[in-house]
């Protein structure tokens, strides 16, 4: 299918729609973070940058829902295009992954857009079906590719569909049961506000150390382990922490990251994968214990957190405190 030319234009005057965001049905495969509360409201403004350049006007000439095109432009903090940025998704069930590179739209400082191709037949996901599905990523290098695990992806949270182009029920924030997965339904131009990548490769790395108190292992074999989007990890090998019977803290050192880079805590690493050995905390209400989410490292470079079961956590695996 050829794609239209589409032409470039500052916006006077944009009265942004508000939009709500619902989640789809079905997981998405290979990411492998848990999913935010999609009932929380992401807040994606940057108190440095209070307000965004307004939203260009971008057109698609004789704009039909026949089509099969769909614009994403997207609004990125200052400093993280230095790789370029792309479009990781699918528009066929995964049989390929392309990444569609976006382009600095004429006239502006920090817009980007990209326009796709949508999928002949639509692809289901649960009771939905979508012509397009994915996430802006970041080029980790210079003529890159974004690898298997997304580290370098919009982060949960602080991504905001800001507005669209008079077809609200195209675009969708929340698919698969992600909350950061974009779900194109058909063709017009969707609005990003992004306020932060899960990490940003124009700058240098931190090195941070973690120190957690945690519970009783439940087997003496277990080993805990640091996970996440840093280097070291990438979503798959995992930092194993040792333990220091002086302070009885588990420590991981020398742990290079960004304040936006994301990690948690399981046993055994690739072993066990997800199924076995997550931290989980009680909850207070119902006594229930559940699944921690995804942290961020944040700004302070020392990170000592008490996981222990006197805090009220447990190992996924083990059996709950006081039981």
């Known amino acids: 299918m050829k794609m239209k030319k589409f032409a470039w234009a500052l916006m006077t005057a944009f009265v942004s729609l508000a939009v709500v965001f619902t989640g789809c049905k079905s997981d998405a495969p290979n990411d492998p973070s848990d999913p935010s509360d999609p009932s929380d409201p992401s807040q994606p403004s940057d108190p440095s940058d209070p307000d965004p350049e307004p939203e260009p006007e971008i057109e698609f000439p004789e704009l039909t829902a026949e089509d099969g095109t769909a614009v994403v432009a997207i609004y990125v903090p200052e400093g993280v295009d230095c790789?370029?940025?792309?479009?990781?998704?699918?528009?066929?069930?995964?049989?390929?992954?392309?990444?569609?590179?976006?382009?600095?739209?004429?006239?502006?400082?920090?817009?980007?857009?990209?326009?796709?191709?949508?999928?002949?037949?639509?692809?289901?996901?649960?009771?939905?079906?979508?012509?397009?599905?994915?996430?802006?990523?970041?080029?980790?290098?210079?003529?890159?590719?974004?690898?298997?695990?997304?580290?370098?992806?919009?982060?949960?949270?602080?991504?905001?569909?800001?507005?669209?182009?008079?077809?609200?029920?195209?675009?969708?924030?929340?698919?698969?049961?992600?909350?950061?997965?974009?779900?194109?339904?058909?063709?017009?131009?969707?609005?990003?506000?992004?306020?932060?990548?899960?990490?940003n490769p124009c700058v240098a790395n931190d090195t941070y150390t973690f120190k957690f108190k945690l519970p009783a292992l439940c087997d003496e074999a277990d080993v805990p382990g640091l996970v996440g989007s840093f280097p070291a990890s990438g979503w798959g090998a995992d930092v194993e922490l040792e333990y220091d019977e002086a302070s009885g803290y588990w420590i991981a050192e020398d742990v290079e990251g960004q304040a936006s880079s994301t990690w948690k805590l399981r046993l055994n690493g690739n072993t066990s994968g997800w199924e076995y050995g997550q931290i989980q905390a009680v909850d207070a209400e119902t006594g229930a214990y559940n699944d921690l989410g995804d942290a961020t490292f944040g700004e302070e470079l020392e990170i000592v957190l008490d996981y222990s079961a006197e805090a009220g956590y447990a190992w996924s695996p083990c059996a709950p405190v006081g039981e």
């Open 83 to 199: 790789n370029g940025i792309v479009f990781k998704g699918t528009n066929d069930n995964w049989t390929t992954i392309p990444e569609t590179p976006f382009e600095k739209v004429e006239g502006t400082d920090r817009w980007y857009a990209v326009e796709l191709e949508l999928a002949e037949s639509p692809m289901l996901d649960g009771e939905a079906e979508i012509f397009y599905f994915g996430k802006a990523c970041v080029l980790p290098e210079a003529d890159g590719v974004v690898d298997g695990s997304w580290t370098t992806q919009w982060s949960d949270g602080h991504i905001e569909l800001n507005a669209d182009n008079g077809n609200p029920d195209m675009f969708i924030i929340g698919c698969g049961g992600e909350n950061n997965k974009l779900g194109i339904y058909g063709s017009g131009v969707a609005y990003i506000i992004v306020d932060q990548f899960q990490a």
